[in-house]
């Protein structure tokens, strides 16, 4: 069955040190999406892909980067990891031309 | 841009009986809405969605109700079950170049009572 796994499922890290989230789906969907969830602000878009080579930013970007290289995968880096990006990480993908996203379980990431 | 609320953050009912959860969005110009349901420890799943020319939608035990002339959206469970209690979220897609992008909104906590 296709599915969208994403790793590790809980990462403690410290400040200041490159992190890479992993997001992998075998929908062949083009549609890729991180997210981040917060107590009070519900989920927030960091990144987006609409297909290979395409990254966008979202809301909340600053401090995140994105590449998409192949359809499958869509990794997350937080460049330069610090406290205020302790979040529950959440990556999706949908379709061409439709929204209704399939989700991860999520990572929770916790900078130290 | 678009944006999306809900008016209760929590909502607690007893089992068996029914809920309705709610959600207002600004722009006029939506035309296709979806309920997330998202349990403990998991990410959000789709449960339903409905579109602008459409006042009611039903499935499994949801109903979702749009009125586009106040610009809300409900979610009705039926005799609420312990696999209902969850974190429920409304989205909406962003309008033109937005289009593919949800915006969500932050969610209800529903408490299902024994």
């Known amino acids: 069955d296709a599915e969208i796994t994403q790793s590790p499922r809980h990462k403690i890290t410290e400040t200041g040190r490159q992190v890479t989230l992993a997001c992998h789906q075998t929908w062949n969907h083009n549609n890729m999406f991180w997210y981040r969830q917060d107590l009070g602000h519900g989920l927030r878009l960091i990144h987006y892909s609409y297909g290979v080579q395409d990254t966008n930013k979202g809301e909340v970007s600053d401090g995140y980067s994105v590449s998409r290289s192949n359809t499958e995968d869509l990794p997350l880096t937080l460049e330069s990891a610090a406290s205020s990006q302790t979040s529950v990480y959440f990556c999706?993908?949908?379709?061409?031309?439709?929204?209704?996203?399939?989700f991860g379980s999520g990572t929770r990431l916790t900078v130290v | 841009g678009e944006s999306v609320g809900l008016h209760l953050p929590t909502l607690s009912v007893q089992e068996g009986d029914n809920s309705i959860i709610n959600c207002a969005y600004s722009n006029s110009a939506s035309d296709y809405f979806i309920w997330y349901k998202q349990e403990s420890g998991k990410g959000p799943q789709f449960i339903i969605d409905i579109r602008s020319n459409m006042d009611k939608r039903q499935g499994q035990r949801v109903t979702v109700l749009l009125n586009k002339t106040v610009k809300h959206l409900s979610l009705q469970i039926a005799a609420t079950q312990p696999g209902d209690s969850a974190v429920y979220f409304c989205a909406v897609p962003g309008v033109r170049q937005g289009a593919q992008k949800l915006v969500f909104g932050q969610g209800t906590r529903l408490t299902i009572n024994p």
């Open positions: 999706a993908s949908s379709e061409s031309d439709r929204v209704d996203y399939t």
